[in-house]
């Protein structure tokens, strides 16, 4: 305990540098990146401030903006889905700009600030010009525009949904999406939570999105089964 006591007091010596929250830990504790999580107010408190100087690490979103322009936002849960996604050439994606958030930490905060965030554009879109700037004038909260959600049809998924609309206020289950994946459950098919070790998953009473609410959370509870995001082949 006196050598992590010790280590602390080294924090000054940081103060002025431009470092993230996990470099300082790594630099302070033997190489343990993690140590400083959810420790702000320590960390604050040890250098005398306000507020931690030191930010968590930026939110790695890749994005897709349609060359041709977009009416809504889509975010994917995961990485296979968005790529096909990209890569899809049927209708169902048209006018949506695509988003995958690494880890899927969506529903962070830091996530609407230009801080919080790093920004990574498909070269398979739009690179560049008022496009991009839309998106992030959307992003950062300047404007508002449509924002869908597609993921896992699970209580982790829903999860997922729940948490990003204290985010993104009004954003709601994309339908398109979840409709041939409900289908799937109410005709017997999906997998049991043992099947993809996802009995550890905990039932939702509401997300706050109508949608999802009336249809999405009742057809699990009724069936107890699941359907991943890249078994639907849009």
């Known amino acids: 305990m006196a050598e992590v006591v010790h280590q602390l ?6 103060a002025d540098k431009p470092m993230l929250l996990r470099e300082v830990s790594s630099q302070l504790f033997w190489g343990m990146s993690k ?3 959810k420790r702000q107010g320590l960390v604050a408190a040890m250098l005398g401030v306000d507020d931690c100087p030191f930010p968590e690490s930026p939110i790695q979103l890749q994005v897709h903006l349609p060359t041709t322009g977009y009416r809504a ?17 049927s209708g169902a ?36 010009g008022d496009l991009r700037v839309a998106f992030e004038a959307w992003l950062f909260g300047k404007v508002a525009v449509p924002a869908y ?3 896992d049809l699970d209580w982790a998924g829903m999860r997922i949904l729940s948490a990003m609309r204290s985010s993104f206020q009004g954003l709601t289950a994309w339908e ?14 999906g997998h049991s939570p043992e099947a993809a070790e996802k009995q550890g998953q905990k039932a939702l009473e509401a997300t706050g999105c109508r949608y999802t609410d009336g249809q999405l959370l009742p057809t699990l509870r009724t069936t107890g089964r699941f359907v991943d995001q890249e078994q639907l082949p849009l």
Do not use: H
Request: charged content about 20%.
């Open 176 to 189: 398109p999406g979840y409709a041939p994946m409900l289908e799937a459950l109410n005709d017997g098919r």
């Open 93 to 128: 994606f048209e006018g949506l700009a695509l988003v995958y958030a690494s880890g899927f930490k969506g529903s962070a905060q830091r996530l609407r600030s230009a801080g919080g965030c790093s920004l990574f554009y498909s070269s398979k879109g739009a690179l560049g």
């Open 9 to 14: 007091n080294r924090l000054p010596a940081f």
């Open 35 to 37: 140590v400083l999580d």
């Open 73 to 89: 936002i889509l975010f994917v849960e995961n990485l296979a889905s968005f790529e096909r996604a990209v890569r899809s050439t």
């Open 149 to 151: 959600f597609w993921g």
